[in-house]
Structure formats: C-alpha cells, structure tokens
C-alpha cells in the first residue's frame, strides 16, 4: 500500500475489490440510511454517538489518510466519514465496533510511542500517522477501518451521502439524477452498428 503516492486511481480499484459489489448491492438500503444520517450530522457538527470525541479525531485522522485530500478534490474529512463510521457502528454494524475502538487505542498507543509528547495519532504529522499505519495494514482493525472509511466517502449522494459530492469529486465525474446510454466503450460501438 502506498499511502504517500496521491495516486486515487490505483486507490479506487483496490476499494473496489475491498467493498465486494455483491455484498453492497445487498445492502443499499443500509447504506443509504447510514449516508442520509451521515450527512446531515456532518453538517451540523452533531455529537459523536458511538465513539467519544477522543476516538472520533484519531479514526477521521486514519480516514484523511486513507482518502487524503489535495489538489485534485476532497477526501474524507471534507466527506463527512466519520459521522458515517459512528453511526454504522453504533447501529448497523455494532459487531465492529469493538475492533474499531480495540484499533484506535492502538493508534494512539503506537503514535505515543513514536512521538512522546503526543497526546495520539491524531497530533502526529502526516507522514508519522503513515508510518504507524504501515505498522497495521495487515490487520483485522485496518481493513474493516478502510472498508467504513470507502463506504462513509463514496455513498450515494442523493440518499444524503458523502457532502457536496465529494465522493465525485475525488473519481472525476459529474453526479447525474441519472446515465444515458452509452456508458462505455463497448455500449458506443454497439450504438454504431445499430445505426
């Protein structure tokens, strides 16, 4: 994993495989709850209902890094992801909630062995808060932390997901009420021979 790269093409695919279209497909209604609450408690700045203020900081700092903002558009934090995260764990999926809690003690933990006199991850610079990740990437706590973090970021917009689009933004396309054919390649050349 290169989380320093920017590259959000290679990121995208990757997150991809993690969501299983399969499983998300079955869950949409879920997801869309989670998104339409997300929203509106991000815009608002509502209180954390899971995760304590404390927790919250250090999981949207992992969420920043997963989903980084620059140049090219918005990431997690501008998203909303976390408000997303806490709602999914407090209500649709409790039973992660606490290997996500386990995980951020163990961030904070592992930045507060790595820099003193922080207070946890969320205070150390962009590039220790990648290092410490590198430490966990094969864990149970960094997957299902990564997989929240996509579903808080890329959430259908219009059952009040990601704020402002932002999930769009970050893969460069425009949001549609709806898509016209032809969607790709192999839909214009079938549109060709048909005229």
Known sequence: MDLTSGNRR????????????????????????????????????????????????????????????????????????IWFIDRALGSYFPEMKEQVVSGIGDLDTRARRRVRSVAGFADLASSDQVRVMRQIEDTPFFFTARMLTVMGVFSDPRHGGNREHAGEQILGIEHKPSYQPPFGWYDAEAARGRS
Do not use: K, Y
């Open 10 to 81: 290679q990121f995208l695919e990757s997150s991809a495989a993690l969501l299983g279209g399969g499983w998300a497909t079955m869950n949409l209604p879920v997801l869309a709850a989670l998104a339409a609450w997300a929203r509106t408690a991000a815009a608002e700045q509502a209180p954390f209902t899971t995760l304590t203020p404390t927790q919250a900081r250090a999981l949207e700092a992992f969420a920043a890094q997963i989903v980084p903002s620059d140049g090219s558009g918005p990431g997690a934090r501008e998203a909303g992801a």
